[in-house]
């Protein structure tokens, strides 16, 4: 009886040491006294559960900013193969295959343009992909070039977030 109470008063212990741990995770020395996030983000993803997996994580990056007392301002340019997971009317093969994860990239965009966050489709890429730019899901801008785009918004002062 006396081993077990030990056993878990040192899981306690453990446990509030790495929630102390945790707490004490931030990124002030990159951020320093900066009021607004700049960042746009190049997404560039084959895989559809790998480009669930990062939408979620920008949004958490968002969220993250948000906490550390930033104002975030991000925009997405969604460029080559990604182009395939962000359409109302996806091809049918893909969506037997992908179900889950075109549900999710769906909420995640637009939980992303719930926030305010611009997300642009580069047309170049939806023309080499076959998609219905009408077809497009609804919290997306369709821009000419996406290569552009994000040229323009670097010049405005936005960095450069690539993922691949």
């Given at each position: ?87 109302t009317k996806p091809d049918e093969d893909l969506m037997f295959e992908h179900n ?65």
């Amino acid at each position: 009886m006396k081993i077990r109470l030990n056993a878990i008063l040192a899981l306690i212990m453990l446990l509030c040491s790495l929630s102390v741990a945790a707490a004490e995770i931030h990124d002030a020395a990159a951020l320093g006294d900066l009021k607004q996030g700049k960042g746009v983000f190049l997404v560039d993803i084959g895989e559809p559960g790998k480009l669930a997996f990062y939408l979620k994580v920008i949004e958490g990056t968002y969220q993250g900013m948000k906490d550390q007392g930033v104002t975030p301002d991000f925009i997405l340019v969604y460029i080559g193969p990604s182009v395939k997971y962000l359409s109302t009317k996806p091809d049918e093969d893909l969506m037997f295959e992908h179900n889950d994860a075109l549900q999710s990239i769906a909420e995640r965009v637009a939980a992303l343009g719930e926030l305010g966050v611009r997300q642009e489709i580069c047309a170049v890429a939806t023309r080499a992909f076959a998609i219905d730019n009408g077809a497009l899901l609804p919290a997306l801008t369709l821009v000419g070039d996406g290569f552009i785009s994000l040229i323009g918004w670097q010049a405005q002062g936005y960095h450069l977030v690539p993922v691949f």
